[in-house]
């Protein structure tokens, strides 16, 4: 069955970097783009960025020319590089595929 798995998330100094990782399973992972989402506290789950198979990024305009998505259709995984983290980027982030399929989450905290 289809299995998505975050990893990577913390506590980080605003102005940091954090890097997330999500490694699929049970589809043909490079046939599909991927999304990364996040919920804030309070908030509704919002999308970040996505990657379409051959790799052309896309990203909502809070996290544009600061956050950087990637993907290894080898190793099944794809990656959200984070920097210039910023208080408001606290959330729970998420592996999306389909729009069906979720991860569990990672926390991200930026906070001093």
């Known amino acids: 069955q289809v299995q998505l798995v975050e990893s990577g998330g913390g506590l980080v100094e605003p102005g940091g970097s954090l890097r997330l990782s999500c490694a699929a399973s049970?589809?043909?992972?490079?046939?599909?783009?991927m999304n990364w989402y996040r919920q804030a506290p309070g908030k509704e789950r919002e999308w970040v960025a996505s990657?379409?198979?051959?790799?052309?990024?896309n990203y909502a305009a809070s996290v544009k020319d600061r956050f950087t998505i990637s993907r290894d259709n080898v190793k099944y995984t794809v990656y959200l590089q984070m920097n210039s983290l910023k208080p408001e980027d606290t959330a729970v982030y998420y592996c999306?595929?389909?729009?069906?399929?979720w991860g569990q989450g990672t926390q991200v905290t930026v906070s001093s």
């Open positions: 999306n595929w389909r729009s069906t399929y």
């Open positions: 049970g589809f043909t992972f490079g046939s599909y783009s």
């Open positions: 990657i379409s198979p051959g790799g052309i990024p």
